[in-house]
């Protein structure tokens, strides 16, 4: 078998750190190779050695057995590498086609490529109306939309980097039989995810790494997703299960909330109702952009709501700031980590000032008692696993997945009767999402409630008992798992979408 | 080639060294200036009358103290704001209001005897500039008005202001029509802390609110809630920071603060309201704060040499002839360096060989 792309012995340094030292792979022509990896093992660097976009310090690369040695990603697509990224760059006040010609080099937005484009579109059934304004495409729409653009320059290698964490159930496999007829005609594809499933799903080969160094190369389907995944984060992965489900009394109650969003983008809540008891795990599923965040913005308290809407403990917190809340043991874990849980200019000392109840210690009258709060930083650190030279350290130069350690450890290390979490693991390693999942679940064992927001539908399946889904701003009464299961989920979730 | 790579942790020694490195560059670059503009006079002695006659003559060391207290009590009032996020630009203005306050208040009690008569001068000094601020921070609350475009007018509205009150309501009755106020009688002036010098009780005023400063900044949750609003909003309503308060504090404080300093200018060295009561500290203070990276104490220093840039300035322009603008040319090189190379606390320079 012919290799599209050979990589031998790449090696790549920042300072002392080896982003990539002496991985070797290779991607055979008409397949799709997965790559697997946490946070840090060195898959972005990779990638962007492969596109052109950094060099390797060493080892040597071959595009169809010729020396490759791309010194920019422009010089990568003429070779026929494209890739689609996980965070999209389309312009939203601009046409599918226009968007489209622009990422073309020499083509003026004259032109016309309506047909080019729905040739792919019918081809590779990536459904897209060329005329169509990007801001009003879902986000599956404009992933899309971004695929189409890689296929228009006959790419022999495309790279997708996380694609389906942003999808739903429906457009996921949808997104599989593209890439599967994709790979049929020819083209190679290399796959970037932490999704084990699905990388055992559609992928023929896989390749791990794990802090810079080649793990293996093997066949994804000769190994269970917990070997993959121990693999991956080099440990034992505990198996996640609760060991006292005893649910009791009504603690917190969201009554009719409806909200219309001062965001002209923004998602109008409507008639949102959902109680929850104390020791349950509550879910909240959706895609992105259906109203989580102006939903989170009300119970944090960052916006107030009218009386009798959000009751907790017998109280009306309606009208209360999240600091009021924290004192009745209310604590919150936002999806966004840089700039709204966490400061990014500030040290972990600092930000650990963020979320705190009066009683603690940390401050009294207002006057700050450092030694206290550094202890509590220092214990969060250390219970959470948090990977930093000390509690001093900007929190802006700890890594996604570090920091969320950190700011789910500070809201838990509180002991909260209710939780609410965005997001929980998003960004976050296996090994890692796997302690923030155990650490949940404890809590909720204690007697405490939980609630989950998340577009991480596994994550949702694997935690809670009671799972609602959000769409266009309304939430859906909870999900009978034993009788509708997941396509009542799926249903819901598209439900309320745009197509 | 020449690149900047972030530090994970701000550098100790940078903290120190930066400072350092820019006031040598600013005096290298003043050196090579002073070599293109100085025909027959020897640019060592220049030198020395701007930089070293100041602190080396009693008299002229005196005066510069006088200049640094205004810089000193406005700079830390503003840096609160600055760090906030919140740009009040006009604090020249709330100095004039203050003074004009304070002022009225020491004419109203005229050859009234009484030590109860600075402290009230000193209240209404403070009251007339938060005033004057807090139209700053209304229109920005409930119109989303820019503070700096509203602070910065408001400077023109108050200068001409204290011109008004000066022809008008609060002119010397026996002063021949000139637009000056009567001369502040004794309770009404700051008392002398070095006899024979103007230099008033204003300096110490100004080290007591530089501790009482760093005491809120460091130790208290009021520096917190200003640090996290200014350099993360939403994180601050995430903590339950009221950001319409952190906007008043913020405009109160370095209102309040530049009035104080107005005040203290008028029933201090001036003596009495006049029109040439502004002298651009309230914009000068701007520069202070910032040398001094907002921090209070560090606010005493960099007043300090902003002081020294006046008083060096002028001894240049009155012994070699030299233009006024020196001592601004001065001042912008002082915040350009400095401004500069804080870049090297954040961030490590590497030095590398092109590749191919």
Do not use: W
């Given at each position: 078998m012919k290799y599209q792309l050979e990589i031998?012995?790449?090696?790549?340094?920042?300072?002392?750190?080896?982003?990539?030292?002496?991985?070797?792979?290779?991607?055979?022509?008409?397949?799709?190779?997965?790559?697997?990896?946490?946070?840090?093992?060195?898959?972005?660097?990779?990638?962007?050695?492969i596109y052109g976009s950094l060099m390797p310090d060493g080892g040597l690369m071959k595009w169809a057995g010729e020396k490759y040695s791309p010194k920019s990603p422009f010089e990568a697509r003429e070779n026929g590498i494209a890739m689609v990224f996980q965070h999209f760059?389309?312009?939203?006040?601009?046409?599918?086609?226009?968007?489209?010609?622009?990422?073309?080099?020499?083509?003026?937005?004259?032109?016309?490529?309506?047909?080019?484009?729905l040739k792919y579109s019918k081809q590779y059934g990536l459904d897209v109306n060329p005329q169509q304004v990007v801001g009003d495409l879902s986000v599956g729409e404009r992933q899309r939309v971004?695929?189409?653009?890689?296929?228009?320059?006959?790419?022999?290698?495309?790279?997708?980097?996380?694609?389906?964490?942003?999808?739903?159930?429906?457009e996921v496999s949808d997104l599989f039989v593209t890439l599967k007829k994709l790979a049929d005609d020819g083209c190679a594809i290399l796959y970037i995810s932490h999704k084990l499933e699905e990388v055992r799903e559609i992928c023929s080969e896989a390749t791990?790494?794990?802090?810079?160094?080649?793990?293996?190369?093997?066949?994804?389907?000769?190994?269970?997703?917990k070997e993959l995944a121990e693999m991956m984060i080099g440990k034992k992965l505990t198996e996640l299960a609760r060991s006292n489900i005893s649910v009791g009394s009504d603690i917190f109650s969201i009554k009719n909330l409806s909200r219309k969003s001062d965001d002209m983008y923004g998602v109008h809540l409507h008639d949102i109702s959902l109680t929850m008891r104390k020791g349950s795990i509550v879910g909240i599923a959706g895609?992105?952009?259906?109203?989580?965040?102006?939903?989170?913005?009300?119970?944090?308290?960052?916006?107030?709501?009218?009386s009798g809407v959000l009751n907790f403990n017998g109280k009306d917190i309606g009208s209360m700031n999240s600091?009021?809340?924290?004192?009745?043991?209310?604590?919150?874990?936002?999806?966004?980590?840089?700039?709204?849980?966490?400061?990014?200019?500030?040290?972990?000392?600092?930000?650990m000032l963020l979320s705190r109840p009066d009683s603690d210690g940390m401050t009294s009258n207002g006057v700050i008692d450092w030694k206290t709060v550094t202890s509590f930083s220092e214990q969060v650190i250390s219970d959470f696993d948090v990977q930093t030279p000390s509690s001093r350290m900007l929190a802006k130069s700890l890594s996604g997945g570090n920091l969320q350690k950190f700011m789910v450890g500070r809201e838990l290390i509180r002991k909260p009767e209710l939780i609410i979490v965005a997001q929980p693991t998003w960004g976050v390693d296996a090994g890692s999402a796997n302690n923030i999942h155990q650490s949940l679940i404890s809590l909720a064992d204690q007697g405490s409630a939980v609630l989950i927001i998340s577009q991480d539908l596994d994550e949702i399946l694997s935690l809670c008992e009671q799972i609602h889904v959000l769409s266009e701003g309304r939430l859906s009464d909870a999900v009978d798992m034993n009788k509708d299961g997941l396509e009542k989920i799926s249903q819901l979730m598209v439900g309320g979408q745009k197509s | 080639m020449i690149k900047l790579?972030?530090?994970?942790?701000?550098?100790?020694?940078?903290?120190?060294?930066?400072?350092?490195?820019?006031?040598?560059?600013?005096?290298?670059?003043?050196?090579?200036?002073?070599?293109?503009?100085?025909?027959?006079?020897?640019?060592?002695?220049?030198?020395?009358?701007?930089?070293?006659?100041?602190?080396?003559?009693?008299?002229?060391?005196?005066?510069?103290?006088?200049?640094?207290?205004?810089?000193?009590?406005?700079?830390?009032?503003?840096s609160i704001g600055f760090r906030a996020g919140i740009w009040n630009i006009g604090a020249e203005g709330q100095y004039v209001m203050g003074a004009v306050a304070g002022g009225a208040v020491g004419l109203y009690f005229y050859n009234v005897e009484g030590f109860w008569l600075l402290p009230l001068m000193a209240i209404a000094g403070i009251i007339g500039g938060m005033l004057y601020a807090s139209i700053a921070a209304y229109l920005r609350i409930k119109y989303q008005v820019n503070e700096i475009l509203v602070t910065l007018m408001l400077t023109y509205v108050a200068v001409l202001f204290l011109q008004a009150m000066l022809q008008g309501p609060l002119r010397n009755p026996s002063g021949f029509n000139f637009p000056e106020s009567r001369m502040f009688h004794d309770s009404a002036m700051l008392p002398i802390i070095w006899e024979g010098t103007r230099l008033h009780i204003g300096l110490i005023v100004a080290i007591l609110l530089s501790i009482l400063a760093w005491f809120g900044i460091k130790k208290h949750m009021f520096g917190m809630q200003i640090k996290i609003t200014g350099s993360a909003p939403r994180a601050a309503k995430f903590a339950g920071f009221d950001d319409n308060k952190t906007v008043w504090y913020s405009l109160l404080i370095s209102g309040g603060l530049a009035g104080l300093a107005g005040l203290f200018e008028a029933s201090g060295p001036a003596g009495q309201l006049t029109p040439g009561l502004p002298q651009f500290y309230g914009f000068t203070a701007i520069i202070v704060a910032f040398l001094a990276r907002l921090h209070p104490v560090g606010i005493l220093f960099s007043a300090l040499l902003i002081a020294l840039s006046y008083v060096g300035g002028e001894n240049v322009q009155i012994d070699y002839n030299l233009p006024s603008s020196i001592t601004q040319i001065f001042q912008g090189m002082l915040l350009f360096y400095f401004l500069a190379c804080d870049i090297l606390i954040k961030y490590k320079v590497v030095l590398f060989k092109k590749n191919n």
């Open positions: 031998s012995n790449i090696t790549k340094s920042y300072g002392d750190l080896k982003a990539n030292d002496d991985v070797s792979l290779s991607i055979k022509g008409s397949s799709i190779h997965a790559l697997l990896g946490e946070n840090g093992a060195g898959k972005s660097t990779l990638v962007k050695i760059s389309l312009f939203e006040s601009l046409t599918v086609e226009e968007n489209i010609i622009l990422g073309l080099n020499g083509v003026g937005l004259n032109e016309n490529f309506t047909e080019e484009i971004e695929i189409i653009r890689c296929l228009i320059q006959n790419p022999k290698l495309l790279i997708m980097d996380e694609p389906t964490s942003v999808l739903t159930p429906q791990i790494l794990r802090g810079g160094k080649l793990v293996q190369s093997c066949i994804p389907q000769e190994h269970s997703q895609v992105a952009g259906n109203g989580q965040d102006e939903l989170m913005e009300l119970l944090i308290g960052e916006k107030s709501s009218s600091h009021e809340r924290r004192q009745l043991s209310m604590f919150f874990v936002p999806e966004e980590r840089l700039g709204h849980g966490a400061v990014p200019d500030m040290t972990l000392d600092e930000n | 790579i972030p530090r994970a942790e701000n550098s100790k020694a940078m903290i120190i060294l930066s400072p350092i490195i820019a006031l040598t560059l600013t005096a290298l670059s003043a050196f090579v200036i002073f070599l293109f503009i100085l025909d027959d006079i020897a640019v060592s002695s220049v030198f020395f009358t701007l930089f070293a006659e100041p602190l080396l003559d009693s008299y002229y060391f005196s005066e510069l103290l006088v200049k640094a207290a205004p810089l000193m009590i406005i700079g830390l009032g503003l």
